[in-house]
């Protein structure tokens, strides 16, 4: 599946939620599901540090995708976290680099991405951006 | 000794705003307050009737505006019953009071190795100001320990007075935990060994009637818009014998006696602390704001928060794993909780989606979130406007997003 269809999936998954708390209750769901960060990661270098609500991100390369894993001390936080994960990692530094990330927005979570928030959510997404360039420097 | 909340509520007009298309719960009062109409229109009086430069010209406007001004300075006067007028400086707020000692008072008395005292409870505005000075100056802070229910351990007091310190400073009233310090007896301690006192009265003066007199307190400040009153105006009391004797804080116009290329002659109290352009806007819409909250009374503002504040505490403690952080015997209007080992950031998001707002984090008082181990809190704090029925639906909002995590 590309890029656009993964969002497209997400968008019809919220479509079925009628109640906000629907939604965050899926979102607690799909966050407390979020695994796969190791203990090694949770280093100073991964920090991006809310005034709210703490996220650690750590990337690698398996051969020319990157592979995106992430956590948060806050669940909702986490369960967003999961949604990027699950659009974004294991792509080539090119297809994120080019990603058109309209997904948040049309299901309604667009606010949690905004500076005001606090959540390192958009410190987040922009560091995966950076290492997807990184990446794709040193793939050259 | 009641009062009348329907009338008191349609004083504001924000409380009639919708968010989400749900009724608004305000209970972030102690971050900031809403106006009430009286200081909104007083706000608005000042640009579409007399806005003009103050203190210096001979034009009828400016004359009305200066008036309006030195009146809204009187009103602060009687409101914390200072002894003088001129001992009331604006300022922009709290901060910029605290600030304005750190640096002017500092310059005067304090040199390297003198100790300044302070709290483990306090709000960061009054701790970084005395740390740039450790920097700068070599001056040493050191602090005053609280216990777990978040009261200061008192007979600490003593043994952390030495002759090298030279000021104790204190919240009147925390931020984070709403613990009512007991600052006349900090106060009268410190006298006893001539230490002078800044209280913080940022969380207070909106809660408690203060006599800056009887506390014989040395400086007091606070901030106009924790009082219903406009943001940008705030206030540093300080008796007459220490802000005569302490170094002008910034420099420019309105502070100046005469001002050659040799030198610079200051003026008198207060202008000497206030350079450039008061907020005279500011000024004039804190003392509406002061004779609103006079004219209610403090005192019932204070029985009826009271009353806010014990049916909250007894709502949310039927909360299942609900902790309480701030559990002194004499708080006010302030309850900081967590629900087991929920993030606050998680229930105070789906508050917000609720119509609730409420604050959550660490109130800028990391120290304080670091002695109770955690990272942060939701905070709910009241004001004169706030009803049972808003808490109700804080204690059913909180109870179905607990639910929610199992």
Known sequence: MTINEIQEEIIEEFSAFDEWMDKYAYLIEIGNDLEGFKDDWRLEQNLIEGCQSKVWVHAELDGDKIIYSADSD??????????????????????????????????????????????????????????????????? | ????????????????????????????????????????????????????????????????????????????????????????????????????????????????????????????????????????????????????????????????????????????????????????????????HGIPVLVDGAQAVQHTPVDVQALDCDFYVFSGHKLYGPTGIGVLYGKEKWLDKMEPYQGGGEMIHTVSFEGTTFNELPFKFEAGTPDFSGSIGLGAAIDYVNNIGLDKIAAYEQELLDYATEGL????????????????SVISFLIGEIHPFDIGTMLDKMGIAVRTGHHCAQPLMQFYNIPGTIRASFAIYNTKEEIDKLVDGTKRIAQLFG
């Open chain 2, 1 to 192: 000794m009641n009062i009348n909340i329907d009338k008191i509520r349609s004083d504001f007009p924000i409380l009639g705003e919708m968010i989400y298309g749900k009724p608004l719960v305000y209970l972030d009062n102690a971050a900031t307050t809403h106006k009430p109409q009286v200081v909104i229109d007083a706000l608005a009086d000042v640009y579409q009737k007399y806005n003009s430069n103050i203190h210096r010209g001979v034009h009828y406007l400016s004359n009305v505006c200066t008036q309006a001004h030195e009146d809204a300075r009187r009103k602060v006067q009687d409101f914390i019953k200072a002894q003088h007028t001129h001992e009331v400086i604006f300022t922009r707020g709290t901060t910029e009071a605290i600030n304005l000692v750190a640096n002017s008072f500092s310059d005067t008395f304090l040199k390297a190795g003198d100790e300044i005292l302070v709290t483990q409870m306090e709000h960061h505005s009054n701790i970084v100001p005395w740390q740039l000075l450790e920097k700068r100056k070599g001056i040493v802070v050191k602090y005053i320990p609280i216990n777990e229910a978040g009261e200061l351990i008192l007979n600490k007091l003593d043994e952390l007075i030495t002759e090298k310190t030279k000021l104790v400073t204190v919240a009147h009233i925390s931020n984070a935990l709403g613990t009512i310090n007991p600052i006349k007896h900090i106060i009268d301690t410190a006298h006893n």
């Open chain 2, 317 to 332: 403690a039927t909360i299942p794993n609900c902790r309480f952080f701030g559990t002194a015997q004499h708080k006010t």
């Open chain 1, 74 to 140: 806050a669940i909702i936080t986490k369960g967003i976290i999961a949604l990027l994960i699950r659009v974004l990692s294991g792509r080539t530094p090119d297809e994120i680099l080019n990603a058109d990330l309209n997904f948040v927005e049309a299901i309604g979570l667009k606010d949690h991405l905004s500076p005001t928030r606090s959540n390192g959510l958009l410190a987040m997404m922009k560091q995966m951006r950076l290492y997807a360039v990184a990446f794709k420097a040193k793939l050259g």
